[in-house]
């Protein structure tokens, strides 16, 4: 029972490591792409409140 909860933990923290991983460049990615897209509404002159 022990080894079987023991190899269950091993696998699940290894997906959460590979899933973060991936997932954290991503969100760096979509950070990125906002404050470029921001950037360019402020030189454009856009107001987003009209």
């Known amino acids: 029972?022990?080894?079987t909860i023991a190899f269950l933990l091993i696998v699940l923290w290894l997906i959460g490591f590979i899933g973060f991983h991936v997932l954290g460049s991503?969100?760096?990615l979509l950070l990125?792409?906002?404050i470029i897209m921001f950037l360019i509404r402020?030189?454009?002159g856009r107001n987003p409140i009209d």
């Open 32 to 34: 990125v792409v906002a």
């Open 1 to 3: 029972m022990l080894i």
């Open 42 to 44: 402020i030189i454009q």
């Open 26 to 28: 991503f969100i760096h």
